[in-house]
């Protein structure tokens, strides 16, 4: 029964460790999306270099404004033959052609402030329409925050299950010397001399699972995320040096807080004679 708990415990212990890094890397994708999030003001076609540049300084001093980059209707033209890859040859010979407008695209220090920035940038003198994108990046976030809220739920699902396991193996053992801690209470034994040696039995179990669980993460991270990122190239993933120790603290509480609880329980009833 030991060795089905251990072996238990280390499944719940690396499921958890598997939850907590996806947390971490969602967290670390909305930070990203945060940093992406800009308005992209657009000016009228008429509007001079000059003027394109007193505009753009009056955007750049405005309170939210984390940085802003200037695309001329010559720059935008190029960048938009780029997008279209082979096909680019098309637009050959529209060079000379007013279609495109000059516009500036603007980074934001926080986000939910950007409707507000919107409306100042629409004030100067020069914009035509401004465009916000934080409705697509807001609803990306949310799916982050419901991520990560069910990824909370699962690890204390995991923490139940874990604990339950671990107090039903320290059961069998309490079950075993019921006698000899009858006998040690009546001459005189304290609760916690008799509840130690099974808490003991119980943390030990949840830090071997910890050090196996943990050992098999460090090891499978970098390919796993590897391979993530081969299928997923717009965002970047947490390197191993930056989350391996916080996950290593978190999983060796959670290890040793199952079993100590889990002993503690199982234990407690045989206390009353």
Do not use: W
Not at 158 to 171: D, S
Request: with cysteine; charged share 20%.
């Amino acid at each position: 029964m030991t060795i089905a708990s251990f072996i238990t415990v280390t499944c719940c212990l690396f499921l958890f460790g598997v939850f907590v890094i996806f947390s971490m890397n969602m967290n670390y994708i909305g930070k990203q999306l945060e940093q992406q999030c800009e308005l992209q003001a657009y000016m009228y076609l008429e509007t001079d270099e000059p003027q394109q540049r007193a505009v753009y300084e009056k955007v750049l001093q405005l309170d939210n404004v984390y940085d802003a980059t200037l695309e001329t209707e010559r720059q935008a033209f190029e960048n938009f033959k780029k997008q279209l890859g082979e096909d680019g040859d098309l637009l050959d010979g529209l060079e000379d052609k007013d279609f495109l407008r000059s516009s500036i695209k603007i980074t934001l220090h926080d986000i939910r402030k950007s409707n507000d920035t919107k409306k100042a940038v629409e004030k100067i003198s020069g914009i035509e329409k401004v465009e916000n994108y934080q409705d697509t990046v807001g609803k990306v976030l949310s799916l982050t925050g419901a991520v990560n809220k069910g990824s909370t739920v699962g690890m204390i699902v995991l923490m139940i299950i874990a604990v339950f396991i671990i107090q039903n193996t320290i059961k069998l053992s309490v079950f075993a010397r019921e006698k000899e801690i009858h006998i040690m209470k009546f001459v005189g034994a304290t609760d916690r001399f008799i509840r130690t040696p099974f808490v003991i039995e119980g943390i030990m179990i949840g830090a071997l699972g910890f050090i196996v669980s943990y050992a098999v993460i460090l090891f499978s991270y970098t390919p796993a995320i590897s391979t993530v990122k081969d299928l997923i190239k717009m965002f970047d993933f947490l390197p191993l040096q930056s989350c391996a120790l916080q996950l290593g603290v978190m999983m060796a509480l959670f290890g040793t807080m199952m079993g100590a609880i889990g002993s503690a329980v199982s234990i407690k009833r045989h206390l009353k004679v």
